[in-house]
């Protein structure tokens, strides 16, 4: 029987070194240890292993999966392979653990975490290298160019529409604000905490009422004071919070928002708790991704007896398809992206649509606020407006940047807001 011997260019485009071998597995590896640390042997205050299966088997098992699949690629699938690999390490490093080793040091799975980020640059360089070795030079010159420009457009795409917005969601739901050491809320303030349904002290500022009524400001203990003192200034008790995963509270953090209508209905809660409370006096101003949130909770329940939205806009590629414009369709693939990221790091799904969910709020008032040229999707809140059924208002701010409209018309907003709680919250309500 006749034998054949495969080409020599074929054999060549699959050996690998063995310090590239070890190079790629040790990093791999490396990646995959922190994944472990953050999810299972080190989770957020309040959380336990149980509450990340998805987030943490998943990636590890694709991670440890590439690793033994790696020596079996051709070089220019190794070469990309390690490249993509060290951007997702990258951002998984820097995204959390150089996010709070910056804003305090290390700490716990943050060490991991610097491993995993310094594993990341070494399979980018490991990448860039072996494409480097394996371009080819003996075909036309012509062709060569060619092939190579539509190489590199095409992992530029795909680097931008993928492998970036993936990336970053991992960040998205691992970081958050700090402890939040100053309160600036026009009157003295209690130090409170309340549980949520699902387990999670949250830890806030209290400034007791003196109307009987109070609202929820939301969201965080940091850039929602400037709203509190005003609120505050016509007698209101305030309530601000750490969100869940942010600051001294418990929980994982969520850039989008997700699951904060849990912390809401908690908040409110503990209001009907207060003396100094009417339980049917209880109102929410959310901003941006706390609008999102207000409008949900007001949605699900009757807790809140009135709403503000400020700056309210999407929160997955549910509102990004609502958004006005043909451009949209040119930012869905990064959409579903990072929606398939957030939902896989956060182990839980996207929420509702919000065009789907306001007209639930009625008979509560809700009040929709947003800016000419906002952030997110802001430019829905007509359709949000249009579909929430009286009570409703709306307001359009045309020369505010994105939840400041406050700072841009201050007597206005004052007068609106305050105004608007007057009305839906009177006393003997």
């Known amino acids: 029987m006749t034998s054949f011997a495969a080409p020599a260019a074929s054999v060549r485009s699959r050996e690998i ?23 299972f042997f080190q989770p957020q205050p309040g959380t336990s292993a149980g509450d990340h299966l998805i987030s943490g088997l998943v990636p590890t098992v694709v991670l440890l999966g590439v690793a033994a699949l790696y020596p079996k690629l051709r070089v220019g699938g190794r070469g990309a392979t390690a490249l993509l690999l060290g951007v997702l390490g990258i951002a998984i490093g820097a995204g959390e653990a150089g996010y709070y080793t910056l804003r305090g040091g290390p700490s716990s799975d943050d060490y991991t975490g610097l491993i995993a980020l310094v594993a990341g640059f070494i399979l980018v360089g490991l990448g860039a290298v072996v494409l480097w070795k394996s371009r080819r030079r003996d075909d036309a010159l012509l062709w060569r160019y060619s092939r190579r420009l539509m190489l590199t457009v095409g992992a530029v795409l795909l680097m ?3 492998v970036l917005p993936f990336s970053l969601t991992y960040a998205f739901t691992h970081s958050a604000r700090t402890k939040t050491t100053v309160g600036k809320l026009g009157a003295p303030y209690e130090s409170v905490a309340f549980t949520t349904s699902d387990g999670l002290r949250l830890e806030g500022w209290y400034v007791p009422s003196k109307n009987g009524a109070a609202v929820v400001v939301f969201p965080g203990k940091k850039g929602t004071q400037q709203h509190a003192r005003m609120l505050v200034r016509h007698g209101y008790g305030v309530l601000v919070f750490d969100r869940r995963g942010e600051g001294a509270s418990e929980g994982d953090p969520n850039a989008f928002g997700w699951a904060f209508n849990r912390d809401l209905k908690a908040s409110a809660a503990f209001l009907q708790t207060r003396p100094d409370v009417d339980r049917d006096r209880i109102g929410g101003i959310g901003l941006s991704v706390g609008g999102e949130m207000l409008l949900q909770t007001a949605a699900e329940s009757k807790l809140f007896k009135a709403v503000v939205s400020d700056g309210a806009g999407s929160r997955s590629y549910r509102e990004d398809l609502d958004q006005p414009g043909s451009g949209k369709w040119l930012q869905l693939p990064s959409s579903l992206v990072i929606t398939a990221g957030t939902a896989l790091f956060s182990n839980q799904g996207p929420p509702p649509n919000l065009k789907s969910l306001v007209p639930r709020i009625a008979p509560t008032p809700v009040f929709f606020i947003y800016v000419a040229h906002g952030a997110g999707g802001e430019g829905n809140n007509p359709l949000y407006y249009a579909a929430a059924s009286e009570p409703k208002q709306i307001w359009r701010i045309p020369d505010a940047s994105h939840t400041h ?4 018309h201050s007597k206005e907003y004052e007068r609106r807001v305050v105004g608007f709680f007057d009305e839906m919250l009177p006393k003997g309500a």
């Not at 791999?28 to 953050?38: E, K, M, R, Y």
């Not at 409209?405 to 841009?408: A, D, K, M, V």
């Open 160 to 162: 931008l529409v993928v």
């Open 17 to 39: 070194s063995r310090n590239e071998l070890f190079l790629a597995a040790g990093a791999i590896g490396l990646i995959a240890i922190h994944v472990l640390d953050d999810n």
């Open 405 to 408: 409209g406050l700072s841009r």
